[in-house]
């Protein structure tokens, strides 16, 4: 049975697609490949199901990273009390570092021919962090909420590190591994910001 999809084999020599071909489609080798695989597919070695999965798999701890950043910011725009001055530098401190994980996570995603978050509503869809949307924190629960969220994100970034060594994917390993000591820094500072009195 002929296919009814146009055949694509004679593009022109720079690249584009003949007239009259739909160009929302490709075919290759009797496959479907979207115009962001056929544009943005950057190639390498690791193999079609690696870029899929830890491309995905980034691309959840990008959304995360993103939930983080913004819950921190919004717990040092709103914090309060006699301790203003000290949690408020920590977390902007805090929020600097995690800000400073995005592009090296994206741009990894793309090194390996996947693609990563292309807006906020994409970044809600993917997202594992809870957002805070209250009207009031009180100091020591923001403190302890982010630890708990710095501590999520360690599980969420060690089970991409697992798929990594699956795959034989040294390098995304490699940056992994330090954003999981930097959010350990970060948990182990809030930690001892809010444990209480009586155990300090």
Not at 29 to 58: F, M, Y
Not at 94 to 119: L, N, P, V, Y
Not at 167 to 176: E, G, N, R
């Amino acid at each position: 049975m002929a296919s009814a999809l146009p055949d694509v084999s004679s593009g022109t020599s720079n690249g584009t697609l003949p007239l009259g071909t739909d160009r929302r489609r490709t075919v290759i080798n009797h496959a479907i490949v979207s115009p962001a695989r056929q544009r943005l597919g950057t190639p390498t070695d690791l193999g079609e199901n690696a870029t899929r999965d830890i491309a995905g798999g980034l691309k959840a701890l990008l959304a995360d990273v993103f939930a983080l950043y913004i819950k921190t910011k919004n717990f040092h725009w709103h914090m309060s009390g006699p301790n203003f001055r000290d949690y408020h530098l920590l977390l902007d401190e805090q929020a600097d570092q995690i800000f400073a994980m995005t592009d090296a996570i994206a741009e990894r995603a793309r090194k390996i021919g996947g693609t990563t978050i292309r807006s906020i509503s994409d970044i809600a869809a993917k997202q594992r962090l809870l957002d805070n949307n209250a009207d009031y924190v009180d100091p020591v629960d923001m403190l302890a909420e982010l630890h708990g969220d710095n501590k999520q994100l360690v599980a969420e970034l060690r089970s991409v590190h697992i798929l990594c060594d699956e795959y034989s994917d040294v390098a995304t390993a490699s940056l992994i591994e330090v954003w999981i000591d930097e959010t350990e820094r970060r948990g182990w500072f809030l930690y001892e910001s809010c444990r209480p009195l009586a155990l300090a």
